[in-house]
């Protein structure tokens, strides 16, 4: 069964030969540089890597038997915002200052922190414009993948999600007190973001459409313990976006959808699937009540499940055994009738073990694609 078969069996909700493996196919489900600097050590590959549009070593996603290829990304769009302020300090199109502290970026400081609605009439947003010759380019690896026909083809998303761009420009603490109590701002926000991003993914769906077989979708709706925001604030200020560009994508692409959100989110998740989600990523299974057995008996005839591999302590402190076992278990109860994905709950950090990845390749029992 070739990779394109097995992944339509698993969104059937049927039984393939395995399921679907994702190890480093997007930039959710990735892996650090520190990681994937040991990793291909302990793989010996000692030459250049063959960089795909993750970041990770084709050589590394054909060892793992990884399903999937990607093509696009987020859209850095012209903005009187972007510069370099320092050599760890950047401005970014939205005006949100970003510090490098050596692994990720930290946002260190926010544009509309206290800002009026009057504030957002007046403020220089970004230009909702993909470049033609990256477009192009996008199109042109899409094509060529889906015309050679080994791999799924995934299209990144190319624009943030509205509830994580109103936290990063105003603040979360900011954000989250006016979902409670300055709704006037927040939908006036939401608007001149929807719209915006309605303007990016027009010609992005448009052009890589033809070619893929689901899309990525970004916007953190949990935390470790529970949602952002009550599902009444999720129905009334965010779900009417996020129902709208989903379908707007689906109506351009006629693709899967595919959303990706941290942390403990099993009491929106009734409302994340009535706005069209296909695919829940990354299924953070040490968050509350993310348990996996839980969630499949629950959710898993309408849902498709891509991740749920613990990378916050689970792949950091097993042995390869317990790797092993982990691994199978969670193909047993997750993968049940079809319809999961096997794939880090997020990406792997430096403190992965290269043994640890090596455990869980081998217990899916695959040869290198």
Known sequence: MNSRERFRRTMAHQIADRPPIDIGATTLTSMSAGCQAKLREYLGFTDEPELTNSGVDERILRWAGTDFRGVGHIVRPPSPHTRQVSPTVRVDAWGIERTWLGQYEEISRNPLRGATVEDLRSFPWPEPRIDEALLAQWQAEARRLHREGRHVVIAEHPVYGVLELGCWMCGYDDFLMRLAGDTDFVRAFSDMVFDWQMRIIEPYYAAL?????????????????????????????????????????????????????????????????????????????????????????????????????????????????????????????????????????????????????????????????
């Open 209 to 369: 459409g033809p070619y893929i077989d689901l899309t990525t979708s970004g916007d953190d709706f949990g935390m470790q313990q529970g949602p952002l925001l009550s599902p009444r604030a999720f129905e009334t200020l965010v779900a009417p976006y996020f129902r709208a560009r989903i379908a707007r994508t689906k109506e351009l692409a006629g693709c899967y959808y595919w959303h990706h959100t941290c942390g403990s989110v099993v009491a929106l998740l009734d409302q994340i699937i009535a706005c069209g989600v296909d695919i829940l990523n990354p299924i953070q299974s040490s968050a509350a009540g993310m348990d996996p057995a839980a969630l499949k008996a629950r959710f898993g005839d309408r849902l498709v499940f891509w991740g749920a591999v613990d990378v916050q302590q689970f792949l950091r402190h097993a042995t390869p055994d317990e790797v092993r076992r982990g691994v199978r278990e969670l193909i047993r109860v997750m993968g049940a009738g079809g319809g999961y994905v096997v794939a880090p709950g997020h990406n792997m950090q430096d403190d992965v073990p290269p043994q640890n990845i090596a455990a869980w390749v081998q217990e899916l029992g695959v040869s290198p694609a």
